[in-house]
T-cell receptor, first 113, second 112 residues
């Protein structure tokens, strides 16, 4: 069974540009999560989808971040416009309903210059 | 104060040593507790869940003390391949549903 996949693995952009990250969860997992680790800090929750609905978006830092999960399958996280402090590793995770173990993707390393 | 606190290490230990990691969490209403392992530049992977009764998986033993809001991980007979960052993770902190709250991680280096 394929695990969580994320694309791209790395992205280097200039401040003010737009970047879109993609996550494909494990097939059949209704729950999809986005997390972020910025340099020197702990991994922090961004938001949680159940199918196509946003269950919890309390961790989204500001309105420059937009997450979507149309059709309840893959998800995208768009950062527009990107700022220097957005640099970090963006992880996606997915889980089923029972058990609810969250399985993480390999992450997208974003560098904003 | 961080919601989940860990000693960042690094812990440098010889092969075969026993090493213990500790973690505290801030909210007594937290629901579930885990240890994740993260190798350098890789994603976190679940090592084990942590239960109040304590649980063991081979060389790894995890303990939870709800009264003290304290979680521990013991690794016996450490191997070179145990070198990684160990993340203490809490779910349901402050009624946060499925959201995972991570500690900063404790780095372990097992040496010959």
């Amino acid at each position: 069974e394929a695990g969580v996949t994320q694309f791209p693995s790395h992205s280097v952009i200039e401040k003010g540009q737009t970047v879109t990250l993609r996550c494909d969860p494990i097939s059949g997992h209704d729950n999809l999560y986005w997390y972020r680790r910025v340099m020197g800090k702990e991994i922090k929750f961004l938001l949680h989808f159940v199918k196509e609905s946003k269950q919890d978006e309390s961790g989204m830092p500001n309105n420059r971040f937009l997450a979507e999960r149309t059709g309840g399958t893959y998800s995208t996280l768009k950062v527009q416009p990107a700022e220097l402090e957005d640099s970090g590793v963006y992880f996606c995770a997915s889980s089923g309903t029972s058990p609810e173990t969250q399985y993480f993707g390999p992450g997208t390393r974003l560098l904003v210059l | 104060r961080k919601e989940v606190e860990q000693d960042p290490g690094p812990f440098n230990v010889p092969e075969g040593a026993t090493v213990a990691f500790n973690c505290t969490y801030s909210n007594s209403a937290s629901q579930s507790f885990f240890w994740y392992r993260q190798d350098c530049r890789k994603e976190p992977k679940l090592l084990m869940s942590v239960y109040s009764s304590g649980n063991e998986d081979g060389r790894f033993t995890a303990q939870l003390n709800r009264a003290s809001q304290y979680i521990s991980l013991l690794i016996r007979d450490s191997k070179l391949s145990d070198s990684a960052t160990y993340l203490c993770v809490v779910k349901g902190l402050r009624g946060g549903g499925n959201k995972l709250t991570f500690g900063t991680g404790t780095q372990l280096k097992v040496e010959l």
